[in-house]
């Protein structure tokens, strides 16, 4: 079973701060895709990463993939009341074969108006 | 577009008893996946179809959960019968293809068994 790791588990913050939560494992994924999950909702995909060392960038949000393709990190930068939420890592697993999704726990951010 | 849809939203049954859920993907998407997602946890699969074959049924309990998906299009998720740790919000799923890509997700149903 492949296993991911999310820190912290819960983060509040006022608005207009920066922030950075984190993905970790110790197996190796061959994409690793990162999903905000609103209350009473399904989870929304944000970004998918591929290659090793890779940064996407979606308007506040940073994501980084690992140089190891192991772990990840999303960074908000002035964190907005709308960004609240469940933020999920979820990678596949390398290898051929493999189809499932392996999600994390999630990091559950509250921004304070 | 029309998003994955999912009824009931809400169901409470007491232990013992039978529940069934319901879902119907994006059209088009040959891949259709059933989550099951405790109170402070991430998702996880409970089983993957691909058109209407099962791609991925290894952490199904199959001695109480069923799920079929005859005509490649809608499933139906079956519990019969519930316990007390079922209670969860089952999220169901859809994608073009079998593997990295975007899956799409349904609002979920969220089951209380007391």
């Known amino acids: 079973t492949q296993l991911l790791e999310q820190s912290p588990q819960f983060l509040s913050i006022q608005e207009g701060e920066n922030l950075t939560v984190y993905c970790n494992s110790s197996s190796v994924f061959s994409s690793l895709q990162w999903y905000r999950q609103e209350p009473g909702e399904g989870p929304v995909l944000l970004v998918t990463?591929?290659?090793?060392?890779e940064v996407k960038k979606l308007k506040r949000l940073t994501f980084q993939f690992g140089d190891a393709r192991k772990d990840s990190s999303l960074h908000i930068t002035a964190a907005q009341p709308g960004d609240t939420g469940l933020y999920l890592c979820a990678g596949l697993p390398s290898g051929a074969g493999s189809y499932q999704l392996t999600f994390g726990k999630g990091t559950k951010l509250s921004v304070i108006p | 577009e029309a998003g994955v849809a999912q009824s009931p939203r809400y169901k409470i049954i007491e232990k013992r008893q039978s529940v069934a859920f319901w879902c119907n993907p994006i059209s088009g998407h040959a891949t259709l996946y059933w989550y099951q997602q405790i109170l402070g946890q991430g998702p996880k699969l409970l089983i993957q179809f691909q058109n209407n074959g099962v791609v991925d049924d290894s952490q199904l309990p199959k001695d109480r959960f069923s799920a079929e998906r005859l005509k490649g299009v809608d499933s139906t998720l079956k519990i019969q019968p519930a316990k007390l740790e079922d209670s969860a919000v089952y999220l169901c799923a859809s994608s073009l293809a079998l593997a990295g890509v975007e899956q799409f997700f349904g609002p979920g149903t969220r089951l209380t068994v007391l």
């Open positions: 990463v591929v290659t090793g060392g």
